[in-house]
Every structure is written in structure tokens, then in C-alpha cells.
């Protein structure tokens, strides 16, 4: 099993910054991808970005240039710089960890954008 732990959420205001982590725990060796999720009230939620464990990455055409995803192995910690932020980029994200049979959600943690 592997948990999950955010961290870092808040209100800035519109061209701000945010830095979200995700500390994993439990069966990490077993974790083949990460990645930040969102969703906004009455959304969908959806892809914000992602690394594999061979460190590839992808990103969200909405956030490709803004943000950046980093995985550190050594700290079990994946990291969501947030850059330039905008009201639209307001939801709830939540962190994401795929093994090969399951995946595994974090808590979430609120992201106000206010313009």
C-alpha cells in the first residue's frame, strides 16, 4: 500500500506562485509513475502533470511553461512548482502514485487563484 500526503496549498493572487509537495510512504518501491491531478467544482478532475519513474514527464496544454513537476527518490517527495498562476488553475489538487495493480490518491489541498 502507499500513502499519500499534500502540502502546500493556499490563496496568491493572480501571477503568483505556489509550491505543492506530495510525500509518499509504504510500498514506494513499487510506484511506477506520479503525478498532480485537479479539479475544480463541477469539473471533471484532471491531468495537471506527471514523471515516470524513468523520469519522463508530461504536462497539461492549460499548464505546459507554468508549471513544473520534479520527483525526489531520495525523499520519496514529488514537488508542483507553480508559476504564473492564474483564477483558472483554482481547484482542489490531488496527488497520484501508480503501482502496477493500483492507484493511490492523496487528500487533496485547496488552490485559490483570486484575481
Known amino acids: 500500500q502507499v500513502r499519500l500526503g499534500e502540502s502546500g496549498g493556499g490563496l496568491v493572487q493572480a501571477g503568483g506562485s505556489l509550491r505543492l509537495s506530495c510525500a509518499a510512504s509504504g510500498s514506494i518501491g513499487r510506484i511506477n509513475s506520479m503525478g498532480w491531478y485537479r479539479q475544480a467544482p463541477g469539473r471533471q478532475r484532471e491531468l495537471v502533470a506527471r514523471?515516470?519513474?524513468?523520469?519522463?514527464?508530461d504536462y497539461a496544454d492549460s499548464v505546459e511553461g507554468r508549471f513544473t513537476i520534479s520527483r525526489d527518490n531520495t525523499k520519496n517527495t514529488l514537488v508542483l512548482q507553480m508559476d504564473s498562476l492564474k483564477p483558472e488553475d483554482t481547484a482542489v489538487y490531488y496527488c497520484?502514485?501508480?503501482?502496477?495493480?493500483?492507484?493511490?490518491w492523496g487528500q487533496g489541498t485547496q488552490v485559490t487563484v483570486s484575481s
Open positions: 514523471v515516470t519513474s524513468g523520469g519522463s514527464t
Open positions: 497520484n502514485a501508480i503501482t502496477t495493480f493500483y492507484t493511490y
